[in-house]
């Protein structure tokens, strides 16, 4: 429980760092871009509309299309956890992409006071904003992106262990239950954050960072949703954090030709 | 584009806001115990403070098994109650807990000394209360019942043959819930 827990923190505390790293790199590159491009098209004006050809470049668009490895491969160390994720975006305009996640997840969860298994799957639909700017034919994406998440599910408390401050008759061993909770339903709001690198071809390796926030939730009689699949373990509010690592093929349907829009954007201007 | 950003900055500070409940808070309403209230058996309204009066679990040892009403006491004060109201925790997996009442324990005449032992006869509830306290068990007193089935909610008996000090034993609230209600009055 303890190394699970400071396993859980330490990770986050890492990603935060990358989204931080993320956050500056992004914003140096647009510095880098925006600064040395002013003095450039006051000198080189002519010189880009005579280029112009060679400015157009070519946006692919498809479907892209993955799955979690964390999820998958936690399941060969983790005994009390079994998942899947699917994941997949469209490329809607240049920098949208329509994107979803289905996932199935087996869960066991061992508090000090309880232990319980929840088993169910979820979909989660949204879209993505890149931030990035990608240079020439690079297709990396940092994006931000908004999704509406929902899970069907069953939930078993395995054991419990009565809280008595007062004992004075001893400590109650656990009582083993077994009881299960059918047909939950629960449904959340997550705001992700996202990183994909082309590694090769058409291959991606990407992760995310999800906050969640749950909105719907059907609780036992008598009892609480202690893990939901896809919004992960909850908490007494209706905070909740995820995250992914995923690897992914791109199917390229159809191609866009764009003109670079540095210097498209500076002729009318002027 | 950019209120879209904004709006999902604010949403991400606003559920960062960490919420801790890996700890049971020692304020939470878990498993009760019995609040059993003492009165003057000559005035019936006029609350009555007991003195010495050591209560015993069964099975305890008289010396150093008692429950402790005052956690600074030294070995022996830490056993003794000397209010008008004591709280006494129930077995959470039984359907009965035995006590034994010792009035003025600490007198040094054994004549003045008076045991008696009552049985709580009870049902039991586990109910949920979070993650990090798990369940609490909560009690309901047998209803008084002479047609089958027979059940009483105590049973008073004299434990030392010099008869009973608790002269008249009342239920007040057989719901044990909370400790912020009496549920047993005891008068003498």
């Known amino acids: 429980m303890k190394h699970t827990l400071k396993y859980f923190f330490s990770s986050c505390l890492l990603f935060s760092m990358v989204l931080v790293q993320a956050q500056e790199t992004s914003t140096t590159t647009v510095k880098k871009e925006t600064a040395p491009a002013k003095p450039k098209t006051e000198t080189a004006k002519p010189e880009l509309q005579e280029v112009k050809p060679d400015s157009i470049k070519t946006d692919r668009y498809g479907l892209r299309v993955g799955v979690d490895l964390y999820k998958l491969t936690r399941g060969l160390y983790d005994k009390d956890y079994k998942g899947i994720e699917i994941v997949g975006d469209f490329r809607l305009t240049k920098k949208y992409y329509i994107a979803a996640e289905l996932g199935f997840e087996d869960k066991t969860t061992d508090d000090d006071r309880l232990n319980s298994t929840a088993t169910g799957t979820y979909i989660k639909g949204g879209f993505d904003y890149n931030l990035y700017q990608n240079w020439l034919d690079m297709e990396n994406l940092i994006t931000i992106g908004l999704r509406g998440g929902f899970s069907t599910f069953s939930q078993e408390l395995n054991s419990y262990k009565i809280y008595n401050p007062n004992p004075y008759w001893g400590e109650q061993p656990p009582i083993v239950d077994n009881k299960k909770y059918n047909g939950l339903t629960a449904g959340w709001i997550e705001v992700a954050m996202g990183l994909k690198a082309k590694v090769f071809n058409n291959v991606f390796v990407g992760f995310g960072v999800q906050l969640k926030m749950l909105v719907a939730n059907t609780k036992p009689d008598g009892f609480d949703n202690l893990y939901i699949p896809g919004f992960n373990r909850t908490y007494d509010g209706s905070f909740g954090i995820g995250f992914n690592y995923t690897v992914s093929y791109f199917i390229p349907i159809y191609k866009k030709k764009t003109i670079i829009p540095t210097a498209k954007k500076e002729q009318p201007k002027k | ?188």
Not at chain 2, 75 to 99: D, H, M, R, V
Not at chain 2, 126 to 150: E, M, Q, W
């Open chain 2, 1 to 188: 584009m950019k209120k879209i950003i904004s709006f999902l900055l604010v949403f991400t500070f606003g559920l960062s806001s960490c919420e801790k409940d890996d700890i049971c808070d020692p304020d939470t309403p878990t498993t009760p115990r019995l609040v059993i209230t003492f009165y003057d058996i000559n005035n019936p309204t006029l609350l009555k403070n007991v003195t010495n009066l050591k209560v015993i679990g069964q099975d305890k040892s008289e010396v150093n098994g008692g429950i402790i009403f005052n956690e600074s006491g030294d070995e022996t004060t830490k056993y003794l109650a000397n209010g008008s109201t004591i709280s006494i925790p129930l077995k959470t997996n039984a359907e009965s807990t035995t006590f034994t009442f010792i009035s003025d324990s600490q007198n040094p005449n054994p004549a003045a000394i008076n045991k008696d032992a009552i049985r709580f006869n009870y049902t039991h509830q586990d109910i949920y209360v979070s993650r990090a306290c798990g369940f609490k068990t909560t009690f309901t007193l047998n209803p008084v019942s002479s047609s089958p089935p027979v059940s009483i909610p105590f049973v008073l008996t004299d434990a030392d043959g010099n008869g009973l000090w608790m002269q008249q034993v009342f239920v007040i609230n057989p719901k044990i819930e909370t400790e912020n209600e009496t549920h047993i009055k005891v008068f003498f």
